[in-house]
């Protein structure tokens, strides 16, 4: 019983750690979906000009 | 970093752990973290270059700079500890105001409202105030708003509004799912390269990775490098597993029942297994980069920051040996003020008119001199240093902190 338990649980983890992990792949896909069409033929910024930001 | 910065996280874990038990180990570690940024990595360069010794020229000229893209310097830890502490403080400060009844809402209100603020005051330490970007007025195109502080706010409040809806189980599915997603994109999102070309997957190079491909088309204003800014749109994401991997220590911590030496023991050996799964997620093609903040990355942090709060926690907490940390603590109670105000308290000039005189004059003396070079440098390093730490001191004596 314990040993069932056991193994529903850590099948129910793994489920939902994929089920995360889907989530965040959708994110992603969806963020660059989004700029693809929001391509406004800026493909390098417009100026870099390094600051100085410590601890980054 | 909020609560990061301010003094009540440890109060908070005091509370939990019973009265006269306070966790000093991590006021004096976000110190020794803010140590390097407000001057530590200055004395040791000018060290460096007095004394000309090797290893300590090994340690500041390749360990004290970041690396450009690919791999790990211990500059590269500075940042992400400030999220991975940040995240310790979670379960005493959320969970602890939940087990205490406290709405729900209330506290979405204030995560968020941190958030925010945080978010704010990196756009403020970018220049936001002075209104004039790339020699133009009010030119946004010109402005950044990406931040260090705004990337820790931002990753702050996803891990909080997981760590407010789970439990530990909750969180390392969380932190793993967010991990492998993310390690899953990496490879089979394909985008079209900065400067035009083909769409391609599994190109991990600042032109070619879909991060920057998100802050050149979606970013507003400019972003920190050409391609990409390395506080980027997406890496809040990556930046949340972070804080909560810093959240799971911070319960482990928290734990009744537990010696000491066994809370030591788990931290660091979580710490040894999350290297050694860096690696793996390495090998398994996302490698180890601060600027996309990796997979590989993350718990490549994360486990030295594990493996720093053992021994933070081990010497302060467990042996009780605090004198030596206090100019840390003094730093670590007040990280945001310091962070902020080095860049309107000229601590330069300060010290200058203080010690600049006998500095200059130790400076000639030939007996301080190593091969000819002066030993004011060193001195000036280190006087800014103590300026710096005198004036914490005096906050930290009134009792002033800056919570944010």
């Known amino acids: 019983m314990h040993e069932r338990l056991t193994a529903r649980l850590l099948l129910i983890t793994v489920i939902e750690t994929l089920g995360v992990a889907l989530l965040v792949f959708v994110l992603a896909w969806g963020l660059v979906g989004l700029a693809g069409r929001m391509d406004t033929g800026r493909h390098t910024a417009p100026v870099a000009v390094p600051t100085a930001s410590p601890g980054r | ?404």
């Open chain 2, 1 to 404: 970093m909020k609560e990061t910065m301010a003094q009540p996280s440890a109060t908070a874990v005091a509370s939990q752990a019973g009265p006269g038990d306070r966790l000093a180990s991590l006021d004096a570690l976000r110190g020794f973290d803010m140590f390097w940024i407000i001057g530590g990595d200055g004395l040791f360069h000018a060290l460096a270059e007095y004394v000309g010794w090797g290893p300590l020229r090994y340690f500041s000229d390749i360990q004290l700079e970041h690396v450009a893209w690919k791999g790990f310097h211990a500059e590269d830890l500075i940042f992400p500890m400030f999220l991975f502490l940040s995240g310790v403080t979670l379960p005493l400060t959320l969970s602890r105001r939940l087990d205490r009844g406290e709405p729900k809402g209330r506290l979405y209100v204030r995560v968020i409202r941190r958030a925010v603020l945080l978010v704010l005051l990196g756009m403020v330490y970018n220049g936001l105030l002075h209104l004039k970007w790339g020699n133009e007025y009010l030119n946004f195109r010109q402005f950044r708003f990406a931040s260090v502080l705004g990337l820790i706010g931002l990753s702050y409040l996803l891990a909080s509004l997981v760590v407010l809806n789970t439990q530990v189980r909750g969180r390392v599915i969380w932190m793993v799912g967010i991990l492998l997603g993310y390690w899953a994109a990496s490879q089979w999102i394909a985008v079209p390269p900065a400067g035009g070309g083909p769409a391609q997957a599994g190109v991990i190079t600042p032109e070619g990775f879909f991060t920057g491909y998100i802050d050149r088309h979606l970013l507003p204003g400019r972003t920190y490098q050409l391609t990409y800014d390395p506080e980027g749109l997406f890496l809040p994401v990556a930046g949340a597993a972070l804080a909560l991997m810093g959240s799971l220590c911070g319960t482990w911590l928290m734990g009744q029942g537990r010696s000491g030496i066994t809370k030591v023991g788990g931290l660091a050996m979580g710490g040894v297994c999350a290297l050694v799964l860096a690696r793996l997620v390495q090998a398994a093609g996302f490698p180890i980069i601060k600027c996309c903040w990796s997979s590989s990355f993350v718990l490549f942090a994360g486990g030295w920051a594990m493996l720093l709060l053992a021994l933070f926690y081990l010497v302060v907490d467990v042996w009780q040996r605090r004198g030596w940390a206090l100019p840390f603590t003094v730093i670590g109670t007040n990280t945001i003020l310091i962070y902020m105000g080095s860049g309107i308290i000229d601590f330069d000039h300060i010290t200058q008119r203080l010690l600049g005189g006998i500095n200059g004059y130790l400076d000639t003396v030939t007996l301080l001199q190593v091969n000819g070079q002066g030993i004011g440098q060193v001195l000036n390093a280190a006087s800014f240093l103590l300026v710096e730490v005198l004036f914490l001191y005096f906050l930290y004596r009134k009792k002033v902190f800056l919570r944010v």
